[in-house]
């Protein structure tokens, strides 16, 4: 390989400053030579030479020449790495280097922040939150976010700021409220950023025409070359502005006088960013507006200026993970608000006062606690734990746990890593303590009134009087009946310092007992209008009238796990847990636990104990086909529609889904039957059983038969996704804890070879897997869908995290499962002080990855794509929150939901699966995926409803047979 060849593929972090893009070029050996030079050179010395600028205040930056995933110490550096970023058809070498791979941004920006007021105008985006965060680290105070439709906000309140950014969005410029183009129109010597369709609202307003692009661009990242680099004087060709195919006439050569610095200033003459945008500006006036920038490959307005007022437009966003230089750019504007202040009369502002509830909102986002916080509540739980280590006499499977304790009861779950040990690492299986105990059953369905799932869980979880925090205390690990005396039992505050130095108080996992239970699909209504109200907007978000193709089955569903089970996989150690209140009685989870403890000591004994499911025979039935919601022909015909909301800007990205449905007979089948063919055939790390009020009676021939109640429902997932998990963390005693908050989204799926001999692949088969694993990586469509959902999802966690603290620790990272390689990305935040998980779940769910961008737009075009038939558990989330705060999401894909049928003795069986539609999306392809994705579930299914009855555990345990029946779907 010539050394002389680079190869660069990249995404730019806005926190941590990971920089990544594509490209191909050549270095000249004087180049090579000269940087090599410059390495020697001291680091400050290096950093003057290669990134003189105006404005000191400005920092150096580092990039990375790796497009591959990225991991982040846990600790920061105020050491910058200088990585040189060369270009091929750039003449300054004189680029600034971008910021450093260490997930902090303390090398990357300036120790005095800007005392500026500043004014982000949302167009209901779904990246608005990661402008908020980028400005938030350059202001002594956090811009304030206001939606385009908030009630009390005029030209008054406009002019109470120091400057405005108006936000990108759906839609057409033509199409937005009056407060959006009177932040242009009505405030000339006001520093305004428009971003996307706030530029699209800045071209037009001063007589450009806004109209379709050459192509629909979403998600992918694209070189832009700057048109002049003159703080005072831009010389650029320009006599009619752009023609009508994106392009530029040459006629003239004219320069313009500029009254103000340029956004781009002292950036690269040509540099990498994301475009997401199906319009774009043409014909920009000559005397009001400049082009600063325009797309190297289709020559597209991407950067304009006013000549004479400090307003700025960029067709690109700078806020997205992979484009380089955005700290940059937005840290220029602000400083072009400071210059302004400046140059304006002086004279005193009046003070910015808030509506009220736009206060609300802006507190409720960035709020840091005060000084002086109240004194903490008395933790409302008490935690009982017993870690029962392993034994080489007996070892005792979670699999085999299930059956005995939890396959039959009325409620029960198992969070189930069944993927183990390629990852996950922890086994959850609870059920409320008495068989028929309804206290702590939260059950929730749409439109009922009363207070929504999340306002009740918050109540119950953390409410007004009491706190997050947790006593914990240990049982005595002896041999023996555990000891009734609770004064042996030493209790402390588990976040208190003393707490964390103890080694045995810190179990290897974040669950404390809690509630565990779905949100389904359709809260997405509640979050949506608790957003809006508190955005004080004048929409309203209100479920649609339909009909209801799940009757009787919950929106949603939690119960509160007084005693749990938990295995830990690396130590193949158990631990019983055991939760009361502050001043409850601890004798009944004493009392189960010692049970727990006797069973375990004469597991063997039982082991060989034939299993309720176990069949002599095998009674095949007909083959079992799965008829979808809408067929072939209608789903492509959806595709195609999707195309078109993307041509016209309605949206980036539509995740459009199907439900595929049959029924099988109730007689003699357990639905926990149907989860170990399941687990077995797909094993996944978010793999879940969810029980919700169905009782089992004990029937003949050794079988237990589930009794359906008219709200019964059954989830069996192999879920391979993470939504949300939040985590406690304290690496050092004299450090407070805080909470951490964890999103993995999965876009990108392709089928992985399955060994024909059923035992292993052979080198063929291997090297194949190997090559579709790569293809997928190198995926540019698939690229584009994670990158879209990275960027959305950053912006979620942006709305409740600690400014400047969401990072990518993992980006389009290939993860192979039983079935299908996945792309997946990790974003992780550090949740505000006064932020819970409830905060988190309100502010991201339903998750990206199975919406799309914008969020909202999308998620009401998909509404009527789908025929307004609810989705129900599919695409939305189940796990757990935790009385310490934690919590625990997977987004239920890979699942088989069943309810009882209210005229017939059968299970209705719903498997939903769909894929993300792009602008690069093929018909054919994804209703393929679509298919791909419900395979193994299907076929679970179809083998379940062909065998009344299941083998024992010990032989399910040794089962290493791959599901690979092909879905069969009608027409």
Not at 160 to 173: A, H, N, T, V, Y
Not at 775 to 800: C, F, G, P, W, Y
Not at 851 to 870: D, F, S
Request: a negative charge; aromatic letters at 8%; proline letters at 7%.
């Amino acid at each position: 390989m010539n050394p002389c060849r680079v190869q660069h593929r990249g995404v730019v972090d806005s926190m941590a400053g990971v920089v990544i893009g594509r490209q191909q070029m050549r270095i000249c050996r004087r180049t090579v030579l000269q940087r090599i030079l410059l390495l020697l050179l001291p680091l400050s010395l290096r950093a003057f030479l290669i990134s003189p600028r105006k404005y000191s205040r400005i920092p150096t930056t580092t990039t990375s020449s790796s497009w591959q995933q990225h991991r982040f110490p846990s600790t920061t550096t105020t050491t910058t790495t200088i990585f040189f970023f060369p270009h091929s058809n750039v003449d300054d070498h004189h680029q600034r280097p971008m910021r450093p791979l260490d997930g902090s941004i303390s090398s990357s920006l300036p120790h005095q922040k800007y005392n500026v007021s500043l004014l982000l105008i949302d167009h209901y985006d779904s990246f608005t939150y990661n402008l908020y965060d980028m400005l938030a680290q350059l202001t002594v105070h956090p811009p304030v976010v206001v939606t385009k439709d908030a009630k009390d906000v005029d030209l008054a309140y406009l002019e109470k700021f120091d400057g405005i950014i108006l936000s990108p969005g759906p839609g057409s410029p033509h199409e937005q409220p009056l407060l959006s183009h009177e932040a242009i129109q009505k405030c000339p010597h006001k520093p305004v950023l428009g971003v996307c369709l706030g530029h699209q609202l800045m071209a037009m307003a001063y007589g450009a025409t806004v109209d379709c692009a050459p192509k629909p661009i979403h998600g992918q990242d694209h070189w832009i070359v700057q048109q002049g680099h003159n703080n005072n004087v831009h010389t650029m060709s320009q006599k009619d502005g752009a023609t009508s195919d994106g392009t530029e006439t040459a006629s003239s050569r004219q320069q313009h006088t500029l009254r103000h610095p340029s956004l781009l200033e002292s950036l690269p003459s040509s540099f990498r960013v994301v475009r997401y945008h199906s319009l774009c500006a043409y014909n920009l006036p000559e005397d009001e507006l400049v082009v600063t920038a325009t797309s190297s490959d289709d020559n597209v307005v991407q950067a304009i200026q006013h000549l004479q007022y400090p307003h700025y437009g960029v067709q690109f966003h700078p806020e997205s993970i992979g484009t380089q230089h955005g700290m940059d750019i937005l840290k220029n504007f602000v400083e072009i608000v400071v210059d302004t202040q400046r140059q304006q009369e002086a004279e005193e502002k009046p003070h910015v006062t808030l509506p009220s509830a736009s206060s609300r909102s802006h507190q409720s986002i960035i709020a840091e606690p005060s000084p002086q916080s109240p004194p903490s509540p008395t933790a409302r739980f008490r935690v009982m734990m017993h870690q029962v280590r392993p034994s080489a006499q007996t070892v005792v499977e979670p699999l085999q746990v299930f059956e005995r304790y939890y396959a039959h009861q009325r409620y029960s779950v198992w969070l189930d890593s069944s993927s183990y040990p390629s990852r996950g690492e922890l086994d959850i299986l609870a059920a409320p303590s008495r068989p028929d105990d309804e206290t702590g059953v939260l059950e929730y369905f749409q439109g009922h009134d009363g207070k929504d799932i999340l306002s009740r869980l918050e109540d119950e979880l953390f409410g007004h009087h009491e706190s997050a925090s947790t006593m914990i205390g240990w049982i005595p690990n002896k041999s023996g009946k555990l000891t009734l005396d609770e004064t042996l039992i030493e209790w402390r505050d588990e976040t208190s310092p003393e707490c964390a130095t103890t080694e045995i108080d810190t179990p290897p996992f974040h669950y404390r007992g809690g509630y565990l239970g779905f949100l389904g699909y359709e809260v997405r209504h509640d979050t949506q209008r608790y957003l809006q109200h508190r955005d004080n907007t004048n929409n309203h978000a209100t479920p649609p009238s339909r009909t209801n193709e799940k009757k009787g089955v919950p929106t949603a569903a939690f119960f509160l796990a007084r005693q749990s089970m938990l295995y830990h996989h690396p130590t193949e150690s158990w631990y019983l847990i055991g939760l009361v209140e502050k001043d409850g009685d601890i004798q009944e989870n004493l009392e189960w636990m010692n049970a727990i403890l006797h069973d375990f000591d004469t597991w063997e004994e039982n082991e060989e104990e034939e299993s309720p499911y176990a069949s002599t025979t095998d009674r095949l039935a007909p083959t079992l086909d799965f008829i979808p919601n809408r067929s072939k022909e209608t789903y492509e015909q959806d595709i195609a529609d999707c195309h078109e909301h993307i041509r016209r800007g309605d949206s980036y990205e539509l995740c459009l889904t199907n439900q595929l449905q049959a029924r099988v007979d109730m007689a003699k089948r357990s639905t926990a039957d149907l989860y170990k063919r399941l687990r077995r055939g797909n094993p996944a790390p978010y793999s879940a059983y969810f029980r919700w009020n169905l009782p089992s009676s004990f029937h003949g021939d050794n079988r237990w038969i589930d009794c359906p109640q008219p709200s019964s429902l059954v989830i069996c997932s192999s879920s391979p996704e993470r939504f949300m998990s939040v985590s406690r963390h304290q690496p050092h005693p004299e450090i407070p804890p805080f909470l951490q908050a964890e999103a993995k989204p999965i876009k990108g799926t392709c089928a992985r070879v399955i060994p024909q001999n059923g035992i292993g692949r052979t080198d063929a088969e291997a090297r194949e897997d190997e090559r579709r694993a790569r293809s997928l990586e190198l995926s540019l469509k698939n690229r584009a869908e994670n990158l879209m959902i990275v960027d959305l999802l950053r912006n979620d966690l942006s709305r409740v995290c600690k400014v400047g603290s969401v990072h990518v620790s993992k980006l389009m990272d290939i993860e192979s499962f039983a079935t299908v390689h996945q792309m997946v990305s990790t974003i992780r935040g550090t949740l505000s002080e006064s932020k819970t998980s409830i905060d988190l779940l309100r502010a991201s769910f339903p998750g990206g990855s199975m919406t799309g961008a914008p969020k909202i737009r999308t998620m009401e075009l998909l509404e009527e794509l789908e025929q307004q038939v609810e989705r129900g558990p599919y695409s939305g989330c189940l796990g757990y929150l935790s009385v310490n705060g934690c919590m625990d999401m997977n987004i239920i894909i890979r699942s088989a939901v069943l309810a009882p049928s209210t005229d017939d003795e059968t299970w209705k069986v719903s498997i939903g699966a769909g894929g993300a539609i792009t602008a690069l999306s093929e018909a054919q392809d994804e209703y393929e995926e679509m298919q791909l994705k419900a395979r193994a579930v299907v076929a679970a299914v179809q083998d379940w409803a062909s065998k009344p009855g299941m083998e024992s555990s010990k032989e399910m345990m040794q089962g290493n047979k791959n599901a690979t029946t092909t879905v069969t779907t009608a027409k």
